[in-house]
């Protein structure tokens, strides 16, 4: 059973859901807001949405069926907010190691994934931040939502719903590990084409190869092979 809660305004998404975890007993509970005032992205980074038009969304999940390791959970829940959005953009979008979605050039989603205990259950708390309507970015060369990478205006509520409804559903039935690492890599950003790094504050060139099952990106430099752990890297596009 899942359920969709929301509110008109909230800090954070992730942080909030937690309060109806206290009274519900459901696998997959969801809260959403359309003004998200302190968003937090992956690793400390800062989310800012613009008020009504863009999601933010948490998922809460029960762990107990979960038989997966947080790495390739972490890849699961990427390839379905991938395919998701794809679907909707009739546009091949692609998932930018670790768990951001593009989509023709542009970051349209931020994944942050945290593993939290409440009232006795673990719970991956899946967050979302999805840039729907927005037509303006400043100085955020790199940013797009589905208005400006498809040309379609969303109907915010429907679409909330009809996410809610695909992730829970598909959560309902993980893949072995092997597909959802093939999955990964076959829709991969900028897998297998020459690209320009940052590393150690550092350019230079390489070729993304793969990411592995342990959370690593395997980039082919001018040296060879290397290994790469989240914030070790950063890709400039």
């Given at each position: 059973?899942s359920q969709l809660f929301s509110l008109k305004e909230c800090s954070s998404t992730n942080d909030e859901i937690?309060?109806?975890?206290?009274?519900?007993?459901?696998?997959?509970?969801?809260?959403?807001?359309?003004?998200?005032?302190?968003?937090?992205?992956?690793?400390?980074?800062?989310?800012?949405?613009?008020?009504?038009?863009?999601?933010?969304?948490?998922?809460?999940?029960?762990?107990?069926?979960?038989?997966?390791?947080?790495?390739?959970?972490?890849?699961?829940?990427?390839?379905?907010?991938?395919?998701?959005?794809?679907?909707?953009?009739?546009?091949?979008?692609?998932?930018?190691?670790?768990?951001?979605?593009?989509?023709?050039?542009?970051?349209?989603?931020?994944?942050?994934?945290?593993?939290?205990?409440?009232?006795?259950?673990?719970?991956?708390?899946?967050?979302?931040?999805?840039?729907?309507?927005?037509?303006?970015?400043?100085?955020?060369?790199?940013?797009?939502?589905?208005?400006?990478?498809?040309?379609?205006?969303?109907?915010?509520?429907?679409?909330?719903?009809?996410?809610?409804?695909?992730?829970?559903?598909?959560?309902?039935?993980?893949?072995?590990?092997?597909?959802?690492?093939?999955?990964?890599?076959?829709?991969?950003?900028?897998?297998?084409?020459?690209?320009?790094?940052?590393?150690?504050?550092?350019?230079?060139?390489?070729?993304?190869?793969?990411?592995?099952?342990?959370?690593?990106?395997?980039?082919?430099?001018?040296?060879?092979?290397?290994?790469?752990?989240?914030?070790?890297?950063?890709?400039?596009?």
């Amino acid at each position: 059973m899942s359920q969709l809660f929301s509110l008109k305004e909230c800090s954070s998404t992730n942080d909030e859901i937690s309060k109806f975890l206290l009274y519900e007993n459901s696998d997959f509970i969801g809260l959403h807001t359309f003004n998200q005032t302190k968003g937090r992205g992956q690793y400390g980074n800062v989310w800012t949405p613009t008020a009504g038009k863009n999601l933010a969304y948490t998922l809460a999940v029960n762990t107990q069926n979960i038989l997966c390791s947080d790495f390739i959970f972490n890849y699961y829940t990427a390839i379905i907010v991938r395919d998701f959005l794809a679907n909707l953009a009739d546009n091949d979008a692609k998932i930018k190691w670790p768990n951001d979605i593009i989509l023709k050039g542009k970051k349209i989603v931020g994944i942050l994934i945290e593993k939290k205990k409440i009232n006795q259950n673990n719970y991956f708390i899946i967050g979302t931040g999805i840039n729907v309507l927005q037509d303006k970015f400043e100085e955020i060369s790199n940013a797009g939502s589905l208005l400006t990478q498809t040309g379609k205006a969303f109907d915010l509520e429907d679409f909330t719903l009809n996410y809610h409804e695909f992730l829970s559903e598909k959560l309902k039935n993980i893949p072995n590990d092997q597909e959802i690492l093939e999955r990964f890599n076959d829709n991969l950003f900028r897998k297998d084409t020459i690209s320009v790094f940052e590393i150690d504050k550092q350019r230079q060139n390489g070729i993304i190869r793969k990411a592995d099952d342990k959370g690593n990106l395997w980039i082919e430099l001018e040296d060879g092979m290397h290994s790469f752990y989240h914030k070790e890297v950063k890709l400039l596009y």
